[in-house]
């Protein structure tokens, strides 16, 4: 364990895996919450994805929400894409950054893409070349990486095969995520200090949910072993459509809470997090699960 860094960047992703589980809501209203997200200060967000309208009917609206970022220049986005196919459609809507999800698990990458991790894994580099081509950045973004909801536990071995996959492909970033919120620090500990003796300078993010409870206490963990990007949704939207049981991002507001107090700058702000977790909870019409946007700050309530 290492000791914990000054600051750390959070990426917002309610706009993908926050909305992607819920019922499709009107593009004005995500512009709306983008917006808010927005006035918090944070520099990157995930946008949107281009994957099948059938199978995520939430973000069918891709290309028509890309139109929009320029509005907001200040942030990086980022859209997710499941294939070449996907990659393309991304490219030509002008995104900057692209993730390529590779489940390690095959249950789950059969569930989520079609196909098993090994084929998904051998995509990565045509997706890649796809955005290189054009001068977009690519990270990958490695699913089910301590558990698969099929498969039972992911074997260590297989998440580093896909990161040294990756590498060998030119990737520009890469993450690790716990898809189904079944990861505890001594395991996020163990498996950053496996996975990070193969990454040599690439970037290493996480992404945690907090279904079970303990996706602070993990992404705690991940940043005590180095880990200095992490994911988060406002009000803790979202979850995995194609992972039973798999809810709950880590709140935004929350994380920014934890860090904040561990002495950890951050370049969100907390109020603002929650007032924008206040606007995805009425656009998605039900309660989200976190605790700030019940309980408030301790300092300023």
Known sequence: MTSLPDHVDIRDVSLRDGLQIEDPIPLSAKLDLLAAIAATGVREMEATAFVSPSKVPALADAAELAA?????????????????????RAVA?????????????????HANVGRSSAEATGQIADIVAIAHDSDVTVEVIIATAWD???DGPTAPQRVVDIVTAAIAAGVDRLAIA??????????????????????????????????RGTGL????????????RLDASVGGLG???????????????????????????VDVDLQAAIAAARIAQDAVGHELPSALLRAGDRILG
């Open 68 to 88: 929009e970022l320029d509005n907001f220049g200040d942030i990086e986005f980022s859209a997710l894409v499941a294939s070449a196919n996907g990659a393309r």
């Open 93 to 109: 809507a002008k995104l900057r950054s692209i993730e390529y999800v590779v489940s390690a698990a095959d249950g789950h990458s």
């Open 148 to 150: 698969c909801p099929f």
């Open 178 to 211: 716990d898809t189904i919120g079944t990861a505890t620090p001594r395991r996020v500990s163990e498996l950053i200090a496996l996975v990070r003796s193969s990454t040599g300078d690439i970037p290493l993010g996480a992404h945690f949910h907090n279904t």
């Open 217 to 228: 206490a993990s992404a705690y963990a991940a940043v005590s072993s180095g880990v200095t």
């Open 239 to 265: 979850g995995c459509p194609f992972a039973p049981g798999a809810s709950g991002n880590i709140a935004l507001e929350d994380l920014i809470y934890l860090l904040r107090d561990s002495g950890i700058h």
